[in-house]
């Protein structure tokens, strides 16, 4: 069992910058894989970045490729996304995820309780 708790999110002007945390405990952190996923009201989850339980590997959604960052600092057992240039379609609810399996699909194992991303002038 890997319990996750996300931080980091608020509401943010066009244009602006977040940092999405993602603490974890249990079993052992770089026994998995990371993702962040987002949904935002009326649409399916969808999965943002990913990130191999090294960090040798990330993956990103084409909407967020030069935006976002995904990172992770296995001795602290935590989970990144450091968001910027956040558009309003980027407003939506943010999960992070541990999973085994690479490159990351539409599920995970374990799931964070979601932090809210609003983007709005």
């Known amino acids: 069992q890997v319990h996750l708790v996300e931080s980091g999110g608020g509401l943010v002007h066009p244009g602006g910058s977040l940092r999405l945390s993602c603490a974890a405990s249990?079993?052992?952190?770089?026994?998995?894989?990371m993702n962040w996923y987002r949904q935002a009201p009326g649409k399916e989850r969808e999965l943002v970045a990913g990130?191999?339980?090294?960090?040798?590997?990330?993956y990103y959604a084409d909407s967020v490729k030069g935006r976002f960052t995904i990172s992770r600092d296995n001795a602290k057992n935590t989970l990144y996304l450091q968001m910027t240039s956040l558009k309003p379609e980027d407003t939506a609810v943010y999960y992070c995820a541990a999973g085994l399996r690479w490159p990351p699909g539409t599920s995970s194992d374990y799931w964070g309780q979601g932090t809210q991303v609003t983007v709005s002038s």
């Open positions: 990130i191999t339980w090294s960090g040798g590997s990330t």
């Open positions: 249990g079993r052992t952190f770089r026994d998995y894989h």
